[in-house]
């Protein structure tokens, strides 16, 4: 049985879009001034973000009920077409209705051309879709990728659509020899593949760690009853002409002066270790100049030991091991424990304790970021390593930070060098380009398709850049703009914007230091919303950080990772980090994302025919 919606179920949903129409269209006007400055071919993409985010400042839960209870569309993707949605809609109830609702506003993009202006930017930026998918893969590149041109090779056949060059690290030669790579494997393989540099930014992190000594330990396998399965095997060669320490020896000695030459096979090697235990180490095997040596027991040898060469109850020489490295042990941490950042950069420490166990000092660390010193603030939240330890701010003197510690694991935290740092509460003033950047700028735009920019705060980043880029001649290059931190989801509207003046331009929504940023609990709505706003104004998406990260570490995805990599297809790009598995990674989320983009389309399912539908 049909029934015919009655006119006071009309009124309300009537008057509702008609507010909101108009609100989009008085929004428009309102920003005419912006508009004029955004690139003529991106003007359409702008007002329909105006449009959206006029919709976006209501609460339209009601009337999407209303217009469900109707069998209408319930305006829940409206993202590429805002104002023709609205249009669509009203036209339906003015046929249910009978009554004239007056004309239209023309929109600046339909059902179809929305959609279109969307692949036609991505393409821009990101170069052609893949053959079998929509969404690109990005990968890291580490720095073998400068020397080992297979590896670049196996890369681009495993579906490598974008490299991804982080400036934070290696150096020029190495990022051009790493481009160099790639065109050389695009001629081998067939295929095209854009390259991105990240500019590195500000560094906000954690400074260097005093060591505790140069030691190193020696130690057998031993078996679960603790009986050795197998001795220690340490590889004894010369400092000035060290030979490379095979594959199956753990440990290497270096020795000075001439014992060496001296040493046969069955002579020993007597030693006394940081303990005053007296040891010899056996030598079973002669390679080269060098010699692979035994031993039993375990062992702690510290830099510039001496050692005596023993042929029976003789002895035929000595030396000293030099070169043992430094070890830095990790500052512990426990809930209710005091760190101290500090603005001089001085090796950090862990706490002092005397005899009792009683700390005497509190641990510190060097804090590699000034503006930190200059804003922030009495009880604002700090956060270090991805949000494995927090705490909160009691004091900054502008020189030192006290943080008592109140987030650690279970069994405490161990915190070290080079490790990030978040300050949520902290509305740190500074530019996201930094002289380091500016340095990098003019290498940067002689190899890369795209720039991305880390650290951006709000749309004054961006207006440096393209002016920085400008200045180069390079004006027309693609720019990334990386959402990190809270200031940069809450500023994210005028970045957009600003982000149209000068495309092609994307959106990394880098979810590691975001996740520390807005909160865990909220990451999944905040990516929600960025992935919203951006496809309003029709800009690319790069979905990046720990994709299938357990894979490219240590080979094989958790279930939650597989779903995470799934879930990319709501983006443009996803992007892989290095490891030792990249190759196999790529090959795997290639084909993750190869299926599901049979199924969707951004958020819009597709309803391709399922074979498991069939009753059998």
């Known amino acids: 049985m049909t029934t015919t919606p009655t006119s006071r179920q009309l009124e309300r949903p009537i008057a509702q879009l008609a507010t909101l129409r108009e609100g989009a269209v008085e929004f428009e006007r309102a920003y005419a001034a912006e508009i004029a400055k955004i690139e003529p071919s991106h003007r359409d993409s702008a007002r329909n973000f105006l449009h ?77 879709e893949p053959r079998d998918r929509f969404v690109r893969i990005m990968v890291t590149m580490p720095s073998e990728a400068a020397s080992d041109a297979q590896l670049v090779q196996d890369l681009l056949i495993a579906g490598m659509d974008v490299m991804r060059i982080n400036c934070a690290h290696d150096g020029p030669d190495a990022w051009f020899a790493m481009v160099e790579n790639l065109r050389r494997a695009e001629r081998i393989v067939g295929r095209n593949c854009r390259v991105q540099a990240d500019l590195a930014g500000p560094k906000l992190r954690t ?12 130690a057998p396998d031993r078996d679960v009853f603790g009986r050795i399965t197998r001795p220690a095997r340490i590889w004894l060669t010369t400092a000035a002409a060290a030979e490379p320490t095979p594959g199956d020896v753990r440990y290497t000695l270096r020795i000075q002066c001439g014992l060496l030459a001296r040493l046969d096979v069955g002579d020993r090697v007597g030693l006394t270790d940081t303990r005053g235990q007296h040891h010899e180490l056996k030598i079973v095997e002669a390679v080269g100049q060098s010699f692979i040596a035994e031993s039993e027991r375990t062992a702690y040898i510290q830099d510039e030991t001496p050692v005596t060469g023993l042929r029976g109850s003789k002895s035929i020489g000595e030396g000293r091991i030099v070169e043992i490295p430094e070890v830095i042990n990790p500052i512990c941490l426990l809930p209710g424990d ?8 001085q090796p950090g420490t862990n706490a002092e304790r005397d005899a009792s166990g009683r700390i005497v000092a509190p641990a510190q660390i060097h804090c590699t970021l000034d503006a930190a010193f200059e804003q922030v603030a009495h009880g604002h939240r700090v956060w270090f390593d991805d949000g494995k330890i927090g705490g909160l701010v009691q004091e900054n003197d502008g020189q030192r930070i006290r943080v008592k510690i109140t987030h650690t694991g279970p069994q405490g935290a161990k915190l070290r060098a080079e490790k990030g740092i978040n300050f949520p509460d902290t509305a740190l003033e500074m530019s996201a380009l930094t002289e380091k950047d500016l340095d990098d700028l003019p290498a940067v735009v002689k190899f890369a398709d795209m720039v991305a920019l880390s650290f951006v705060r709000g749309p004054d980043d961006v207006e440096r850049l393209h002016d920085a880029l400008y200045r180069l001649g390079a004006n027309r290059l693609g720019v ?26 994307g959106i990394m929504i880098a979810r590691g230091d975001l996740a520390v940023e807005v909160g865990f609990e909220r990451l999944s709505e905040v990516q929600q919303e960025i992935l919203w706003l951006c ?45 030792p598995n990249i190759v196999e990674t790529v090959r795997f989320l290639d084909g993750i994302i190869g299926r599901m983009d049979e199924h969707y389309v951004k958020r819009r399912a597709t309803l391709r025919k399922l074979s498991v539908a069939q009753l059998k």
């Open 52 to 128: 959206y985010l006029s919709i976006r400042q209501h609460d339209i839960r009601s009337l999407q009920q209303d217009l469900g209870a109707l069998g209408l569309s319930s305006l829940g993707i409206l993202e590429p077409h805002a104002l023709a949605s609205l249009n669509s809609v009203m036209a339906i109830l003015e046929q249910l209705s009978g009554k004239d609702l007056g004309p239209a506003p023309e929109p600046p993009v339909d059902f179809r051309t929305g959609p279109l202006l969307l692949r036609d930017h991505t393409r821009a930026l990101l170069g052609p």
């Open 207 to 218: 400074g260097a760690i005093r060591a505790s000594g140069r030691v190193k330990r020696l």
């Open 338 to 345: 005091t760190l101290i950042l500090t603005r001089d950069d």
């Open 480 to 505: 990334v703009l990386k959402i990190e931190n809270r200031q940069a989801f809450e500023n994210l509207p005028r970045i957009l914007l600003a982000s149209l003046n000068s495309p092609p331009v």
């Open 535 to 579: 496809e309003a104004a029709h800009i690319p998406v790069i979905w990046a950080t720990q994709i299938l990260e357990g894979m490219a570490k240590k080979g094989a995805p958790s279930r939650a990772e597989v779903s995470d990599a799934a879930m990319s297809i709501q983006a443009e790009c996803a992007m892989l980090n290095k490891g």
